[in-house]
């Protein structure tokens, strides 16, 4: 596609549901990271993969997040029983892998997540 | 690990003012440098990113940011604002960590007076 698509663009959870949230990336994108964007600050990482292998999970915040990648295209992020402190935009990016800093990332409009 | 302070939570100029927005890096060697901006409701979009080679680079809309390794400062600049640029700015710095994950500041937010 033209560009990183996510869905839903919003999501609504009553404390304790799990949602599922989806990332298209960029066709022929290695690399895809995840981010968790709190209110009013910056991005912090959370996992990437270099196509289907999950190399990197060092930020998500425990245990009840998972992330897959199963045919090195489409991502899902996971979030099992979902608390208030989970509220936050989640962003994904995608990146051709190259050499230099890993190539440029890409980032997807966000799905918005808000848990009550 | 490596840090991005970006020291101005918002700053407001008029529109067509000169405009500088600061970031402070901490990392051991030499990073790889970014801008992002961000629209509300909308994604991040690369501005310009510093990997190596001349300090002061230029990105698009009018932007360009100077690369200090003496200050650990990589400083967003543009001569005239349009209103168009009011949102806000993340500096990001990318480094190997297991990873190219970005690290970002806090973000500037950016309001332009008419």
């Known amino acids: 596609g033209a560009g990183v698509s996510q869905s839903p663009r919003y999501k609504v959870a009553k404390r304790g549901q799990d949602v599922a949230l989806r990332c298209d990336p960029i066709s022929g994108h290695v690399s895809l990271f995840w981010y968790q964007q709190a209110l009013g600050q910056g991005p912090e990482f959370l996992t990437y993969?270099?196509?289907?292998?999950?190399?990197?999970k060092s930020g998500l915040p425990s245990d009840r997040f998972f992330a897959e990648r199963p045919e090195g295209s489409v991502s899902t992020l996971k979030i099992q029983r979902t608390q208030q402190e989970d509220s936050a935009v989640y962003l994904c990016?995608?990146?051709?892998?190259?050499?230099?800093?890993?190539?440029?990332?890409?980032f997807g409009p966000g799905t918005r997540l808000t848990v009550l | 690990a490596q840090s991005v302070t970006q020291p101005d939570i918002h700053i407001t100029v008029s529109e067509g003012a000169s405009l500088e927005l600061r970031c402070n890096y901490s990392?051991?060697?030499?990073?790889?440098l970014f801008w992002y901006v961000q629209s509300p409701g909308q994604g991040l979009q690369l501005l310009l990113k510093?990997?190596?080679?001349?300090?002061l680079v230029q990105g698009i809309k009018g932007f360009e940011a100077e690369f200090k390794r003496s200050q650990s400062s990589f400083n967003l600049r543009k001569p005239s604002v349009h209103w168009s640029d009011a949102a806000e700015y993340f500096c990001a710095v990318g480094a190997w960590a297991g990873s190219y994950q970005l690290t970002f500041g806090k973000g500037t937010k950016l309001s332009v007076i008419p």
């Open positions: 510093y990997f190596s080679g001349d300090t």
């Open positions: 990016a995608s990146s051709s892998g190259g050499t230099s800093g890993g190539g440029e990332q890409f």
């Open positions: 993969f270099q196509n289907e292998a999950q190399l990197d």
């Open positions: 990392y051991g060697a030499t990073p790889y």
